[in-house]
């Protein structure tokens, strides 16, 4: 019973991920447009006819639709159902990283509704209400790590595809660490650390992006202070290790593919959005497994 409860709970979560992953498709393509993407139809990016419901759910759609408009038959990109994967699976993991497994958090309340007598199902459904906040600061972390992530999808592509990070996703991130100084994933930091993980990276970096024009973007910077503020010096540190490393070896697998030339320029706001996810899951055991080796 535990076992499927947990496996329908996966299944909603993951499938909850995958709509809000349509809804940063929308982002991704409508924002860099200047469009409204809180209203406004969905329409098909090459005839420009409105979608149906049926043609806009999530990931079925396209595959359903054998990877056409159904309209002007011209290919969909694959990128639409990739971001709805990915939201999905990113919303799987910041569900697992902090919320218990389902039935252990109703301690079998949920089994005795389906096994239980009247009064047992009356006993758990007024304990309820009372287990419930125990776990609010779980479920409060868990949803917060989720929308830094969805916040990380949208700059990564944006990034990729206009070389630009718009001010408003790292305003958004630079709310969600002044939340972060009381709620979430590192509500435990004291508040200075928040302070100091907003410049201890960014003011380095925009004094390298004034005397190395070219080496990174204000939105880098930007982006760089609003994440030390939800992630404390630590993380942020890290997440720049990691970011570095991952740029890198971008960098050098597009010079050895022959993609860029020695003086392009490529966009370092998705290697930043990796670290700054790892960092923000995995940031604290990696400190301790690297603190190992002195
Ligand atoms: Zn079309």
Known sequence: MELALNIVLLILVFALGVTIGSFLNVVIYRLPQKLNFVSGRSFCPHCNHQLSALDLVPVLSYLGLGRKCRYCKEPISPRYMVVEALTGVLALVSYLAFLPPVGFLLEGGLESLYTGTAVEVGLMAAW???????????????????????????????????????????????????????????????????????????????????????????GDVKLMAAAGLVLGWQLTLVATFIAVLVGGAWGIFLLATRRKGRKDHFAFGPALCAGIAASLFAGHPLITWYLGFF
């Open 128 to 218: 309820l209400p009372f287990a419930l906040p125990a776990f609010s600061g779980a479920i409060i972390a868990a949803v917060m790590a989720f929308f830094v992530l969805c916040l990380l999808v949208v700059v990564t592509y944006i990034d990729a595809d206009t070389m630009e990070i718009p001010n408003s996703l790292s305003l958004w991130l630079a709310a969600l660490g002044l939340l972060s100084f009381a709620f979430g994933p590192t509500a435990a930091l004291p508040w200075y650390d928040h302070l100091i993980g907003a410049v201890c990276v960014s003011v380095p970096m925009c004094i390298l992006a004034f005397a190395l024009v070219g080496s990174f973007g204000l």
